[in-house]
């Protein structure tokens, strides 16, 4: 498929003069820059075309191998200078990967790029570039510690707590800077690189008070070109009940200061729950071991057994053995999702050996003994 005259392209004719050329060539782009149109395949393709077109045209060698053979790469170009031009064959798609965006010549045979072109494009003929613009921009977000005791994830608390965060500033409402004329960047000496080490490592990177530009405008006086103020807070905190270690609690709004009007960001308060004497958790379930003596195991018993949100009874059937689990529905922590929703709570039930206090009662384990004649390692093979 052949391929659209370049001269159609830039909407020129084929005498046209190299300032005919840059000149249609800057109006289409204004109109067809991937800048301009975001996400429009169409207005990229055609773009790409332009560009190739002006690449070409721009270059007197170019143009020449172009006039001669309707199309132009390195191979044509070659084959011209070597006088070879009676061996091409009409038709050769041109290769368009080899193309560099990066340098032209323009016809005095002065290094140009498309880099500059843009620069004049989109700063209003001003080839130097201008210091990019600050945007509305919404507050990082803080992260900070809370330690809580067990009994305080559970039943939740409210406290206040210290933030050193940012606000925007009232004077240049985040810009950074109050207007004025653009100067050299202070911070880069105008290069838009500064350097940082890293151990042994020495690297550049783009300045962050010019964005790379090495210009920009005076800085505000009141927050020296930050665009936010520090300030520190008493920030009311709810944690809410049924909480565990990790859990992050979101403060809306009490994060760093936003910039030129954007929110600023939010506070999350990451938990970390100290130890039960007792009690275990896993999820929104609650464990605890609770000792019975021999006599509460063998015949059974009602005992009071403690839970996260006071004392429960529970019943223990007769032949109970150590190690055995019983379950308290609804007994555990109460869930985050829903604080009327709650866990279950283990009871694990440990036999405790009688304390041998006199003679009697080892006359009393002896008779029951004697009366109760079993082993309980026989389903070993032992005796």
Same mark, same amino acid.
Request: charged share 25%; with cysteine.
């Given at each position: 498929?052949?391929?659209?005259?370049?001269?159609?392209?830039?909407?020129?004719?084929?005498?046209?003069?190299?300032?005919?050329?840059?000149?249609?060539?800057?109006?289409?782009?204004?109109?067809?820059?991937?800048?301009?149109?975001?996400?429009?395949?169409?207005?990229?393709?055609?773009?790409?075309?332009?560009?190739?077109?002006?690449?070409?045209?721009?270059?007197?060698?170019?143009?020449?191998?172009?006039?001669?053979?309707?199309?132009?790469?390195?191979?044509?170009?070659?084959?011209?200078?070597?006088?070879?031009?009676?061996?091409?064959?009409?038709?050769?798609?041109?290769?368009?990967?080899?193309?560099?965006?990066?340098?032209?010549?323009?016809?005095?045979?002065? !290094?140009? !790029?498309?880099?500059?072109?843009?620069?004049?494009?989109?700063?209003?003929?001003?080839?130097?570039?201008?210091?990019?613009?600050?945007?509305?921009?919404?507050?990082?977000?803080?992260?900070?510690?809370?330690?809580?005791?067990?009994?305080?994830?559970?039943?939740?608390?409210?406290?206040?707590?210290?933030?050193?965060?940012?606000?925007?500033?009232?004077?240049?409402?985040?810009?950074?800077?109050?207007?004025?004329?653009?100067?050299?960047?202070?911070?880069?000496?105008?290069?838009?690189?500064?350097?940082?080490?890293?151990?042994? $490592?020495?690297?550049?990177?783009?300045?962050?008070?010019?964005?790379? !530009?090495?210009?920009?405008?005076?800085?505000?006086?009141?927050?020296?070109?930050?665009?936010? $103020?520090?300030?520190?807070?008493?920030?009311?905190?709810?944690?809410?009940?049924?909480?565990?270690?990790?859990?992050?609690?979101?403060?809306?709004?009490?994060?760093?200061?936003?910039?030129?009007?954007?929110?600023?960001?939010?506070?999350?308060?990451?938990?970390?729950?100290?130890?039960?004497?007792?009690?275990?958790?896993?999820?929104?379930?609650?464990?605890?071991?609770?000792?019975?003596?021999?006599?509460?195991?063998?015949?059974?018993?009602?005992?009071?057994?403690?839970?996260?949100?006071?004392?429960?009874? $529970?019943? #223990?059937?007769?032949?109970?053995?150590?190690?055995?689990?019983?379950?308290?529905?609804?007994?555990?922590?109460?869930? $985050?999702?829903?604080?009327?929703?709650?866990?279950?709570?283990?009871?694990?039930?440990?036999?405790?050996?009688?304390?041998? #206090?006199?003679?009697?009662?080892?006359?009393?384990?002896?008779?029951?003994?004697?009366?109760?004649?079993?082993?309980?390692?026989?389903?070993?093979?032992?005796?």
């Amino acid at each position: 498929m052949a391929k659209e005259d370049f001269y159609k392209i830039l909407g020129v004719k084929k005498d046209a003069k190299p300032e005919e050329i840059k000149k249609a060539y800057r109006r289409l782009a204004r109109k067809y820059h991937p800048d301009v149109n975001p996400g429009d395949k169409a207005a990229e393709d055609r773009f790409k075309q332009m560009s190739e077109a002006f690449d070409v045209l721009s270059d007197p060698k170019k143009r020449k191998v172009y006039d001669r053979f309707g199309q132009y790469s390195d191979n044509l170009a070659n084959a011209a200078e070597a006088g070879a031009g009676s061996t091409y064959t009409r038709g050769t798609p041109f290769d368009f990967s080899g193309f560099d965006f990066g340098a032209t010549t323009n016809q005095g045979g002065a !290094s140009g !790029s498309f880099r500059d072109i843009f620069a004049d494009l989109f700063s209003g003929g001003r080839a130097e570039r201008e210091p990019p613009r600050p945007q509305p921009e919404r507050g990082a977000d803080i992260e900070m510690p809370l330690s809580l005791s067990f009994e305080e994830a559970i039943t939740g608390l409210t406290t206040s707590l210290i933030v050193n965060r940012s606000e925007q500033c009232s004077r240049c409402h985040g810009a950074g800077d109050t207007g004025g004329s653009v100067v050299t960047c202070s911070t880069c000496k105008g290069t838009g690189q500064v350097q940082r080490t890293g151990g042994r $490592l020495r690297f550049s990177q783009e300045c962050p008070d010019c964005g790379g !530009s090495g210009k920009r405008r005076p800085p505000c006086s009141l927050c020296k070109g930050k665009g936010v $103020l520090p300030k520190t807070e008493n920030v009311k905190v709810r944690i809410p009940a049924g909480v565990d270690t990790g859990s992050r609690v979101r403060i809306p709004g009490k994060g760093e200061g936003g910039r030129l009007g954007a929110p600023p960001g939010d506070l999350y308060i990451i938990t970390n729950v100290g130890r039960h004497q007792y009690f275990t958790r896993k999820g929104d379930n609650i464990y605890v071991t609770v000792p019975i003596t021999v006599p509460e195991a063998a015949l059974g018993a009602k005992i009071e057994v403690p839970t996260v949100t006071g004392k429960a009874q $529970l019943r #223990i059937p007769p032949g109970t053995q150590s190690g055995q689990k019983f379950r308290l529905r609804g007994r555990g922590a109460p869930s $985050l999702r829903d604080a009327s929703v709650h866990g279950d709570q283990f009871v694990e039930a440990q036999v405790t050996l009688p304390k041998v #206090i006199s003679e009697e009662t080892k006359d009393l384990l002896r008779k029951y003994a004697q009366m109760n004649e079993e082993n309980p390692r026989v389903v070993m093979g032992l005796e």
